[in-house]
């Protein structure tokens, strides 16, 4: 069983920035496929960012967010990570990183075998 753990949202201004993380145990890090996602209030949780298993050579994002978010891991911390710049006030949501056994990038939240509790980001105009 892999336990996830987020930290590092907040509130900021728009077009600052904040670096989420998601601590992972439990498990064999590396071979999982790791992802964030977010809901905002009212609306459906939607994919944001996720990244390979392994050295995570492969990324991929939300239209919404390339360009502005990163994702990347270090798999020696069992931690994997998103850069946020460029924040904007629709990026306010509930952010969550989701591990999956598939080792290769997934986009929808039911390819996801555990979820973290989830970490608030509040963006102000």
């Known amino acids: 069983q892999v336990q996830l753990v987020e930290s590092g949202g907040g509130l900021v201004q728009a077009g600052g920035s904040l670096g989420l993380s998601c601590a992972a145990s439990?498990?064999?890090?590396?071979?999982?496929?790791m992802g964030w996602f977010r809901q905002a209030p009212g609306k459906e949780r939607e994919f944001v960012a996720a990244i390979s298993w392994g050295a995570g050579g492969n990324t991929n994002y939300a239209d919404s967010v390339k360009g502005r978010f990163t994702i990347f891991r270090d798999n020696p911390k069992n931690t994997v990570y998103l850069q946020m710049n460029s924040l904007k006030p629709e990026d306010t949501a509930v952010y969550y990183c989701?591990?999956?056994?598939?080792?290769?990038?997934?986009?929808?939240?039911?390819?996801?075998?555990?979820w973290g509790q989830g970490t608030q980001v509040t963006v102000s105009s």
């Open positions: 989701a591990a999956t056994k598939y080792g290769s990038i997934r986009y929808s939240e039911r390819s996801y075998d555990y």
């Open positions: 439990g498990g064999t890090f590396s071979s999982y496929g």
